[in-house]
Every structure is written in structure tokens, then in C-alpha cells.
């Protein structure tokens, strides 16, 4: 199991290189300390610690106090207070930051430890807690939107037969007229196709389909979503590498549903590489973590050498009718209703990207 990474913060350098040997002797790693608020703050975006330990009064311009809220609300790490300062004034201060715990100097490893441990926890809880509000919240918003478009969708469909039926009779009459007019008709076909493919996907997402579920080995679903790709993928130039766990992985899924979600990430993986590149598939076994409290994952990794997504779209990517490909017929529910069928799979679905360096996809799903 990885150690759990604190930051020190205490100007006075022979009490700071005490508390590190201290908390190494307890199990801890500790990847640096800080003399200074300002110094930090700055340790704390680098080095993204489990934990910070810190001394409230501080040479320099910048408190404990300040340090630690700029720490805490910009990067989301918890705080420790070490301190020889227990006064009410002080400790009113420090309040307002939201601290996890305090020590009192001078203490025992003992304490040092129990505050520490517990400190983690509650972190640790208070983020799943977060998460699962978070979750329950959209899951609310989903479900009213998908009883708004449930109805909207049945109300559009009516007049898109009709449109498509118009348009293919005046077709049909008037095949023999001038070339403008054959050219409009047509233009009024595909745009009524492209408003039904919009409506059908509102439909899907307005009425998710109940799980088939089956034991099936992550491996076999990446094969044969491969299989269909099989004649595109070399006109592309692009070539496909698999990394498959070396151990037998078992995931229990809707067999189709998954499908779709492995078929769409790797066609966005061929189309981010439009002059040819490499795709790499893993799939491995991966520990607890924040994502799902089981207490293993099935991991399946699906990375490209495209031209990546720029940070602003990135945080836009799974919502509804969200595309950069319109001129490609893109409609912007394929990354949403893949991340929905991760979801409805107690799973996860997790893009991180950087321009010109490609992009990652995960799939996250408990193992079965």
C-alpha cells in the first residue's frame, strides 16, 4: 500500500526535521517541508500531499492561517494545525479554515498519530459523501430532463414523418425539374434525418434500457469492438496495440450497452488522429479508491496520440448535445450516454487530455 504523503509546515528547520523523522517512524512519507506560508502554498500545488501539517505561527508575510485556507479551498488537501499557541483568539481564527484536527506542542507520537489517522478518514468520507450528493443531485436533473425529453421527442417525431414523407413525394414528382430544386429537396431529407437521429438519441436517453447483464472478460469486449474496426482502422493509418491484464478478469455487463461505449470512445480515438497515429488498449486490475468502494476495479484504458482536447472543452465533455464535430454529423450524446452506462454499471468513465499529446480514457467497473 502507497504511504501517505504529509507536507510539514514549521519554520523552525531542527523542530521540522524532528516531526519528518517522527512521522517517517510512524509510516508516513513525507515528500518535502516549508519554512514559510508562502512556500507552502506552493509545495502543496506541486507535490499534492495526503496531508498538511501545519505550524500556525509563521515567519514572513503569510500566517499558518492564511496558508492553510488557501491550501485547503484551492487544492482540496486537509489540514493539521501543530501549534504551542492554544489561546482562544488563536484558535477562533483558525476555526474559520476548517481544520481537521489540532496538536499541541509538545506532544507524543501517539497522538501524533491517532490525530493524523483520523484526520485521513474524515477527509476521505467527506469526499464520498460529496461525490454520492453530487451524483444524486445529476441523477435527479437527468431524470427530469429525460421526462422533458421523452415528451418533446414524441411531439417533434410526428412532424419529421410528415416533413420526410413531403419531401420524398415532391421528389418523386418533380425528378425531372431543374437541378435546384432536386439539390433543396435533398438538403430538407438529410436535415429531417439529422433532426430524427437527434430525436432517437433524446429518446434512448429519456428511456435507458434495463440491464442484461452477463460475466463476461473485458478482453473479449475490446476483441470484438476491434473486429468491427477492423477495415477502418488501417485506411487511417493508424495502428492498434493491446496490453491485456496477464491475470483472468471477470466484469459483469450489459454485453451491448458496453459495446457501445468501447465502439465509441475508439472511433473519437480515429477520428482525433486523422493523419494516423497508435491507440493503446490496457486493461488491468486496480485497488480501492475514491471512485467506487469496492474493494477491486476493473480498468479499461484506451489511449490515443490524437490531437488532444483543450481544457475548456474538457470540462464540457460529457454534457448533453456537447460536440466539437457538428460538421461531422457529431451530436453530442455519445460521451454522455457512454458515461451514463458506465454509471448505471455502479462504473465510472474518466477522459484526461492534454493538446498535441493525445488523450486517455477509462472505463472503471467493479470486478465480478
Keep these: 500500500m502507497k504511504k501517505k504523503q504529509i507536507l510539514v509546515v514549521e519554520d523552525e528547520r531542527i523542530v521540522a526535521e524532528d516531526i519528518k523523522m517522527r512521522l517517517e517512524k510512524l509510516g508516513y512519507a513525507v515528500p518535502g517541508i516549508a519554512f514559510s506560508g508562502e512556500e507552502a502554498v506552493k509545495k502543496a500545488e506541486n507535490m499534492q500531499p495526503d496531508l498538511v501539517l501545519m505550524d500556525i505561527v509563521l515567519e514572513k508575510k503569510m500566517s499558518g492561517i492564511e496558508a492553510a485556507s488557501i491550501i485547503s479551498s484551492r487544492f482540496n488537501i486537509p489540514i493539521v494545525y501543530l501549534t504551542a499557541y492554544a489561546d482562544n483568539k488563536t484558535l477562533e481564527r483558525a476555526k474559520i479554515t476548517e481544520p481537521f484536527g489540532y496538536i499541541i506542542k509538545p506532544f507524543e507520537d501517539r497522538e501524533l498519530h491517532s490525530i493524523i489517522e483520523i484526520a485521513l ?20 436533473k437527468l431524470a427530469a430532463l429525460g ?27 418533380l425528378s425531372q425539374t431543374d437541378a435546384d430544386i432536386k439539390t433543396t429537396i435533398d438538403k430538407i431529407k438529410k436535415s429531417t434525418l439529422r433532426a430524427n437521429t437527434i430525436v432517437e438519441g433524446l429518446l434512448k436517453f429519456a428511456r435507458p434500457s434495463e440491464l442484461k ?18 477495415y477502418r482502422v488501417p485506411l487511417r493509418n493508424i495502428k492498434v496495440e493491446t496490453h491485456f491484464a496477464k491475470e483472468e478478469l471477470y466484469i459483469e455487463v450489459d454485453k451491448d450497452q458496453m459495446l457501445q461505449v468501447f465502439f465509441n470512445l475508439l472511433m473519437n480515438a480515429i477520428e482525433a488522429m486523422p493523419k494516423g497515429g497508435k491507440i493503446t488498449i490496457k486493461t488491468y486490475k486496480m485497488a ?61 468513465l474518466v477522459i484526461d487530455s492534454k493538446q498535441r499529446k493525445g488523450t486517455t480514457a477509462k472505463i472503471i467497473l467493479p470486478l465480478s
Design 147 to 173: 421526462r422533458f425529453s421523452s415528451g418533446i421527442a414524441h411531439e417533434i417525431k410526428n412532424p419529421l414523418g410528415v416533413i420526410l414523407g413531403g419531401s420524398e413525394f415532391l421528389e418523386m414528382k
Design 213 to 230: 447483464t452477463e460475466r463476461i472478460k473485458p478482453n473479449d469486449l475490446v476483441n470484438e469492438t476491434l473486429s468491427l474496426l477492423k
Design 121 to 140: 478518514y474524515k477527509h476521505t468520507m467527506e469526499r464520498k459523501l460529496k461525490k454520492a450528493q453530487q451524483e444524486l443531485i445529476q441523477s435527479e
Design 288 to 348: 480501492e479508491s475514491e471512485f467506487s468502494l469496492d474493494k477491486y476495479l476493473c480498468v479499461i484504458e484506451i489511449m490515443d496520440t490524437g490531437e488532444g482536447i483543450s481544457k475548456d472543452n474538457l470540462r464540457k465533455l460529457f454534457e448533453p448535445f456537447f460536440t466539437t464535430k457538428r460538421d461531422k454529423k457529431g451530436i453530442g450524446l455519445g460521451l454522455f450516454m457512454a458515461k451514463m452506462i458506465a454509471n448505471n454499471h455502479k462504473g465510472d
